[in-house]
């Protein structure tokens, strides 16, 4: 295993606050391991007077977002403003997380020829410290823009995510490299991510060839029933659905129960382009569908399309080791003249709202 200079670094600092890192490579499709403990020890003065602790919430609060799109006009405000500009808003929205996911939608490259499609999506590398000054901790990248610009620029979007620290599951080398998944220690409890495509213009892994992970029922078991048994909580993005519909397919029905009934915990669903409902399977959450978070969105779109793609928010899962995982929604809108998110007045949250309704059993 080869330790870059970030896992040196991760080291350097277990070693100073007692939490162990472990890295591993994902090249080989095996699953990734890594500590994200913060605790630290902290020794009492002399003749201090004792304090009783006070009871540790065993809850891991994740926050997860929608597609988030840093190519065509995004680039350019990033490029004016600061790679961070696309999160300055709704950093309020962002307060009490553990954990925060979202789905990347596009590519981190300057490199390679656009595919034969509709849209195509790029960001210079170096944008991709966006993330991280955000917060985010991982990115879901089985969907049908990782691909773009070929292989290479899938291979440059990897690399730029890891450089800037941010994790990435659902795309890989080859096919077992992109159903790897990853396993974080959270606060103490261990949290598995897998992501798989089901957007046939897909650019898909195959066994010897680089893509991202296609998504199907028996693949989606398979994983789930792999990465269960090293984790606490399971979580499974779905790229999947209609474009602009509310309402869930087929599709997303069959991958989303096939994650639960082999052990995951949350489905958090993206593609539609807008907000759909959530849902209750056994003891899961599945979340169809959250929307844009971060998409070049302008006037001209909301006089065309309407409010529906604007419309967008933070969800909160909480994870608890004795019950079944919660949610909660901290509504947001994409302003249409700034081009980035920000928290939704009382009448966009209404909205929001209504759109993520709970789906009766």
């Known amino acids: 295993m080869r330790i870059g200079r970030r896992a040196f670094l991760q080291s350097t600092l277990a070693a100073l606050t007692g939490a162990a890192v472990a890295c591993a490579s994902d090249a080989s499709g095996d699953v990734r391991i890594e500590r994200r403990a913060t605790s630290s020890v902290v020794a009492a003065s002399p003749g201090a007077t004792a304090v009783p602790t006070a009871a540790v919430d065993p809850a891991i609060r994740i926050g997860a977002v929608g597609d988030l799109m840093f190519a065509r006009d995004i680039t350019t405000l990033m490029l004016q403003h600061g790679a961070g500009y696309p999160f300055e808003r709704v950093r309020p929205l962002f307060e009490g997380l553990d954990f925060l996911v979202g789905n990347m939608e596009g590519t981190f490259t300057t490199r390679g020829l656009a595919?034969?499609?509709?849209?195509?999506?790029?960001?210079?590398?170096?944008?991709?410290?966006?993330?991280?000054?955000?917060?985010?901790?991982?990115?879901?990248?089985?969907?049908?823009?990782?691909?773009?610009?070929?292989?290479?620029?899938?291979?440059?979007?990897?690399?730029?995510?890891?450089?800037?620290?941010v994790v990435s599951v659902g795309a890989g080398t080859t096919e077992a490299a992109a159903r790897a998944g990853y396993v974080a220690e959270v606060r103490g409890k261990r949290v598995a991510a897998l992501s798989y495509s089901g957007v046939d213009e897909s650019g898909f892994a195959?066994?010897?060839?680089?893509?991202?992970?296609?998504?199907?029922?028996?693949?989606?078991?398979?994983?789930?029933?792999?990465?269960?048994?090293?984790?606490?909580?399971?979580?499974?993005?779905?790229?999947?659905?209609?474009?602009?519909?509310?309402?869930?397919?087929?599709?997303?029905?069959?991958?989303?129960?096939?994650?639960?009934?082999?052990?995951?915990?949350?489905?958090?669903?993206?593609?539609?382009?807008?907000?759909?409902?959530?849902?209750?399977?056994?003891d899961g959450l599945i979340l169809y569908s959250l929307g844009n978070f971060v998409f070049d969105l302008d006037t001209d779109d909301l006089s065309n399309f309407g409010g529906p793609p604007f419309e967008t928010a933070v969800a909160v899962l909480t994870l608890r080791p004795d019950a079944p995982p919660a949610v909660e929604f901290r509504p947001a809108y994409i302003d249409p003249?700034?081009?980035?998110?920000?928290?939704?007045t009382s009448d966009e949250a209404a909205r929001v709202m209504a759109a993520l309704r709970e789906i009766p059993r």
């Open 115 to 165: 595919l034969t499609k509709a849209y195509t999506f790029r960001t210079p590398p170096e944008l991709a410290t966006g993330l991280t000054a955000a917060g985010f901790d991982l990115v879901a990248l089985a969907n049908n823009h990782a691909f773009d610009f070929g292989s290479v620029s899938l291979e440059d979007t990897l690399a730029a995510l890891q450089r800037a620290g």
């Open 337 to 344: 003249i700034e081009d980035r998110p920000r928290p939704a």
């Open 206 to 282: 195959t066994p010897g060839g680089p893509g991202v992970a296609r998504a199907t029922v028996e693949a989606v078991r398979e994983d789930v029933q792999r990465l269960a048994p090293l984790a606490d909580h399971v979580l499974v993005f779905m790229h999947a659905g209609v474009e602009y519909t509310r309402a869930p397919s087929d599709l997303q029905r069959a991958i989303a129960y096939a994650a639960i009934e082999s052990g995951a915990d949350v489905v958090i669903g993206s593609h539609p382009h807008v907000l759909q409902g959530w849902e209750r399977h056994h």
